[in-house]
């Protein structure tokens, strides 16, 4: 390519400058990890589930009664089930919700909300952020936090994009939404501020990982080579192991799951015992992410 093209296509041709500012664009700033947690909490566990629903069939602009219907099972048997094991061990946790399944299901939300539950963002539609228009995924983000507000009558401090997509928009979203928290970025283990070109700014991100996310060992797409081909008990292996490593380090266990998912009989037993292992660990603090996002903010003087 020549020279004065200043526009190189190919990432080994790009400039210091470019490949830097694309670094920078969400970057794991310094850690918001505490020294100590409530009551001499060795560990915090933060649980969430993202509760897709009908969202993913109408993203994909799939009008299949069966899809549509998996999805509806996330309402109908998976989020009871939830609550149910919830209440049984007094633990709160964080649902995420798409504005469109929080206006399938109102009454829902506004429950999980009375129960001292956290409601957090979660898309539109479970749309994929990187493949919006321009403007348009701030359109959808401002009105999802509005629907939210407006059925449960209070205002949304933290948000998930939906598959973790993150845009190179979404960082300024955030900002001027004025949120507490992220949680969509994979660059630690524990909380972290998020900086922009060098910057900090304030917001706090706890961040996901896949191998913490039910969808990947247990996801069905029926044309395609998707299949659930991980047991439960594998996944209860892997879930036990990750917290039994942020207990030995004083960390996060942040966990991320889908009503219609982790909500069938084989699988909602599996994060019941996760629960006993947890709680018979030792001191352990169950929070929010708003919780977690605001002590960690606190203790860090921010």
Aim: glycine letters at 8%; hydrophobic letters at 40%.
């Amino acid at each position: 390519m020549a020279d004065h093209d200043p526009q190189p296509s190919h990432p080994w041709e790009w400039s210091e400058e470019r490949w830097r500012g694309i670094v920078g664009r969400a970057r794991g700033g310094r850690s918001l990890a505490p020294r100590s947690w409530p009551d001499g909490a060795e560990c915090c566990v933060a649980l969430s589930f993202d509760a897709d629903h009908e969202t993913i069939p109408l993203r994909d602009s799939d009008e299949s009664p069966m899809r549509i219907s998996q999805g509806q099972y996330g309402a109908r048997q998976g989020v009871p089930r939830i609550r149910r094991l919830l209440a049984r061990h007094g633990v709160p946790a964080t649902f995420f919700y798409p504005a469109v399944s929080a206006l399938l299901h109102p009454e829902e939300v506004r429950g999980v909300a009375d129960e001292g539950h956290e409601i957090g963002i979660h898309s539109w539609i479970h749309e994929a952020n990187t493949t919006l228009p321009p403007g348009v995924e701030r359109d959808l983000t401002f009105r999802a936090a509005d629907t939210l507000e407006k059925v449960t009558g209070r205002r949304p401090v933290g948000i998930r994009t939906a598959s973790w997509d993150f845009s190179t928009d979404t960082m300024e979203i955030i900002r001027e939404l004025g949120l507490l928290y992220d949680s969509s970025l994979m660059a630690d283990d524990d909380p972290y501020e998020i900086e922009v070109a060098g910057q900090p700014t304030g917001i706090v991100e706890l961040p996901p990982e896949w191998i913490r996310d039910d969808a990947v060992y247990f996801n069905m797409l029926r044309f395609s080579g998707l299949r659930p081909y991980t047991p439960p008990s594998a996944v209860e292996e892997i879930f036990k192991a990750e917290f039994d490593g942020a207990l030995a380090e004083g960390g996060v266990f942040l966990l991320t799951m889908h009503p219609h998912v982790i909500g069938h009989r084989s699988r909602i037993t599996l994060l019941e015992r996760l629960v006993e292992h947890i709680k018979a660990s030792g001191k352990v603090w169950f929070a929010t992410h708003a919780q977690l996002a605001g002590w960690c903010k606190e203790q860090a003087g921010l």
